[in-house]
T-cell receptor, first 108, second 116 residues
Framework: QKEVEQNSGPLSVPEGAIASLNCTYSDRGSQSFFWYRQYSGKSPELIMFIYSNGDKEDGRFTAQLNKASQYVSLLIRDSQPSDSATYLCAVNSNDMRFGAGTRLTVKP | DAGVIQSPRHEVTEMGQEVTLRCKPISGHDYLFWYRQTMMRGLELLIYFNNNVPIDDSGMPEDRFSAKMPNASFSTLKIQPSEPRDSAVYFC??????????????FGPGTRLTVL
């Protein structure tokens, strides 16, 4: 069984802080990794993908991948109230499996 | 581009009835995906198509579920007969590349299905 695990939260951070979201996966054959943001009642939207070990930065977002530890994370710098949403980790190993999501609240 | 279009946005039906969900992918996208999202099971991939051909339907929960893609601009997901446990939000997504790529999947707004 291929598993993707995330802390369900809620994770609460003050505005301007760094939010750290974590995800672990069980299938060592996994090839690519995605972070989606989903606002309440809306559809998921892709924030970032990563497929190589290390860090990948895009604006205020940084994805980190460690395949040896089977761990992928998303850092959000200078968190804004508009970042309040559920963040879904998705792992591709010839199928697409999503974690249950972490609910993030950024307080003004 | 209008994005991925799904209809209906909400569907309430009674157990045993047939339900048909519809999707229009983004023009030019070769891949179409059907997902189901529930509180208990999260977001699950049900089936996906490449150039109108079903590639992997291993996520389809049982024979009551079927999906078709008669042409590049239209797909349906049918549940017959429907059961209360099928209540969920069903998303359709499309992309240029398939699961082996990192191409962005664009999700439709979803159909919220309630089976009484």
């Amino acid at each position: 069984q291929k598993e993707v695990e995330q802390n369900s939260g809620p994770l609460s951070v003050p505005e301007g802080a760094i939010a750290s979201l974590n995800c672990t996966y069980s299938d060592r054959g996994s090839q690519s990794f995605f972070w989606y943001r989903q606002y309440s009642g809306k559809s998921p939207e892709l924030i970032m993908f990563i497929y190589s070990n290390g860090d990948k930065e895009d604006g205020r977002f940084t994805a980190q991948l460690n395949k040896a530890s089977q761990y992928v994370s998303l850092l959000i710098r200078d968190s804004q109230p508009s970042d309040s949403a559920t963040y879904l980790c998705a792992v591709n190993s010839n199928d697409m499996r999503f974690g249950a999501g972490t609910r993030l609240t950024v307080k003004p | 581009d209008a994005g991925v279009i799904q209809s209906p946005r909400h569907e309430v039906t009674e157990m045993g009835q047939e339900v048909t969900l519809r999707c229009k992918p983004i023009s030019g996208h070769d891949y179409l995906f059907w997902y189901r999202q529930t509180m208990m099971r999260g977001l699950e991939l049900l089936i996906y198509f490449n150039n109108n051909v079903p590639i992997d339907d291993s996520g389809m929960p049982e024979d009551r579920f079927s999906a078709k893609m008669p042409n590049a601009s239209f797909s349906t997901l049918k549940i017959q007969p429907s059961e209360p446990r099928d209540s969920a939000v069903y998303f359709c997504a499309s992309s240029y590349g398939g699961l082996a790529s990192t191409d962005t999947q664009y999700f439709g707004p979803g159909t919220r299905l309630t089976v009484l």
